[in-house]
């Protein structure tokens, strides 16, 4: 047998990196026919009317551009914390008014309550999270397990 260019004789090497090759080829033929199917699909949704003269798809894919915002923008919806009544006046009394009731189970400045003691007065769930935010905006003070009522003034007036 005489040898190919890569020094294999019989050309083995060759007939294996064919067959791979064509392996490789199929399955990208194969692929673009699925694609040529589902346009050929997708073209029979756009040419169905929708009533007003657009495809269906059309319709859908405006739809999910609404959803979605442009690139780089935010979506068209309004998130929860931002609705109109989150901001009135009475919702930011309500809320003021929550958190100086939770001050009040510190009494005045410089009293330490622990976890536990906090639990027994009735703070738990929502409100723990309120005592890491007050620890966090500096009207408690947290040491170990225990939280300690700073000096600073928590006004409720708006």
Do not use: W
């Not at 019989?10 to 040529?36: C, M, N, Y």
């Not at 009394?93 to 400045?109: H, M, N, P, Q, Y």
């Not at 999270?129 to 700073?150: E, N, Q, S």
């Amino acid at each position: 047998m005489s040898e190919n260019g890569n020094g294999n004789a019989g050309g083995s090497l060759t007939r294996a990196r064919l067959l791979k090759l064509l392996d490789e080829h199929q399955r990208a033929v194969t692929s673009i026919r699925h694609v040529l199917a589902m346009l050929d699909d997708t073209a029979v949704v756009v040419k169905a009317s929708n009533g007003n003269g657009h495809g269906v798809l059309t319709g859908a894919l405006a739809i999910e551009r609404a959803r979605r915002g442009r690139k780089g923008h935010p979506a068209t919806s309004t998130p929860a914390s931002a609705s109109p009544a989150y901001h009135t006046t009475e919702a930011i009394v309500a809320r003021r008014t929550r958190t100086k009731a939770l001050l009040d189970v510190f009494g005045e400045s410089g009293t330490t309550l622990t976890i536990d003691e906090l639990r027994k007065a009735g703070v738990d769930g929502p409100s723990m999270v309120m005592v890491g935010i007050l620890a966090r905006y500096g009207y408690l003070k947290r040491k170990g397990d225990a939280f300690t009522r700073t000096p600073k003034v928590f006004e409720t007036r708006v």
